[in-house]
């Protein structure tokens, strides 16, 4: 299995803390953290970063074929790209959408999320752990039945929303978000497995 990690304009020039820890984490930090946990859950990845709408719509359609699914963190185009959500929808690889930080934290225009159409899950708010989450949850959606019968929204470790068609073998979905111990780096340990933080419950929407 072989994922897309696609970061949009800037993200490559973030830093990331977390309360209680010292140090940042730059976007070098972030995808070998990343690139660790998939590893550990035998996910090949492609990573790419671009600051170029274009470049993010090249990718997205060369992805058909050359992997099974795609993590992506739009950057600021999440709020206005209508083009980068019609190759979403073009495209046959299921996606996932990652931000790092939530949405109602920020500029009330930040709210509106234009991308978020195109993508089958959504894991908002969550820090750098956002990605992992993601992968995990695309890799048993894929494990399943692999076709777009599944929808989650996780905000700030929370699910807000998930939704399945019928189908004949259930997805698992992941259904409560278990947030480190204060004071602990997501970090500490790297090459971990991160799924014992992540509660994954099979059919849970069964019909």
């Known amino acids: ?49 671009s600051n170029h709408e274009g470049d993010l719509i090249d990718e997205i359609q060369s992805a058909p074929g050359r ?26 690889v299921p996606a996932v959408e990652v ?11 930040r709210k509106t999320d234009v991308v978020s159409f195109g993508c089958q899950g959504h894991f908002i708010g969550e820090g750098p752990q956002g990605y992992l989450h993601a992968c995990i949850w695309l890799a048993q959606l894929l494990r399943t039945d692999g076709s777009s ?10 699910a807000l929303s998930v939704i399945a068609a019928r189908c004949h073998t259930p997805p698992f979905v992941a259904t409560r978000h278990l947030p480190p111990e204060r004071g602990k780096s997501f970090l500490k340990g790297r090459g971990k497995s991160t799924a014992g933080n992540f509660l994954i419950a099979p059919n849970a929407l069964a019909t």
């Open 1 to 49: 299995m072989k994922f897309l990690i696609l970061n949009g304009p800037n993200i490559n020039l973030a830093r990331w803390s977390e309360p209680g820890v010292p140090g940042e984490v730059d976007y070098t930090g972030l995808m070998d953290y990343v690139q660790a946990g998939c590893d550990q859950l035998g996910i090949e990845t492609d990573i790419c970063q």
């Open 67 to 92: 992997v099974d699914g795609i993590v992506l963190n739009p950057g600021g185009y999440a709020h206005y790209s209508v083009a980068i959500l019609d190759a979403l929808r073009l495209c046959s």
């Open 99 to 109: 931000m790092l930080d939530a949405p109602d934290e920020r500029e009330p225009f």
């Open 149 to 158: 019968k599944a929808h989650i929204v996780m905000s700030n470790g929370l």
